[in-house]
């Protein structure tokens, strides 16, 4: 048997990214958008969905529900990145040319997680 490990990449890196959620929360909210009602609760609910997800991609029982969980969550913070992109503030200094290729990467991330669905 091959060791996947590609998934378990995937895995720790969700995780990870999901524990940052509560080790640096304001950088989180920073770049939620103003439309979206109260950065701090989304930003709590993303990083623990990212930690769950991340985890249940190494369990193979849960392993198809997570990458399709991923899949959406990818989507749903889309519009993170568009609004980094236009609001100098929510930026964090980043040049723009950096925050145009993020979103590329997000379809790269999609197909990723598709690979375990």
Do not use: C
């Not at 969700?14 to 640096?24: D, E, V, W």
């Not at 889309?78 to 379809?107: C, E, N, S």
């Amino acid at each position: 048997m091959n060791f996947p490990w590609h998934l378990y990449l995937m895995a720790f890196i969700y995780t990870i990214a999901g524990i940052n959620h509560f080790r640096s929360p304001r950088m989180y909210q920073k770049i939620i958008p103003p439309y979206f009602p109260n950065p701090k609760l989304l930003n709590i609910l993303s990083g623990i969905a990212e930690i769950i997800f991340g985890i249940a991609l190494v369990i193979p029982v849960l392993s198809t529900y997570a990458a399709w969980g991923i899949i959406a969550l990818l989507i749903a913070v889309f519009p993170t990145h568009i609004y980094m992109y236009q609001d100098k503030k929510a930026r964090m200094g980043l040049p723009k040319w950096v925050l145009l290729l993020r979103m590329p990467l997000q379809l790269a991330l999609i197909y990723w997680g598709y690979q375990y669905t």
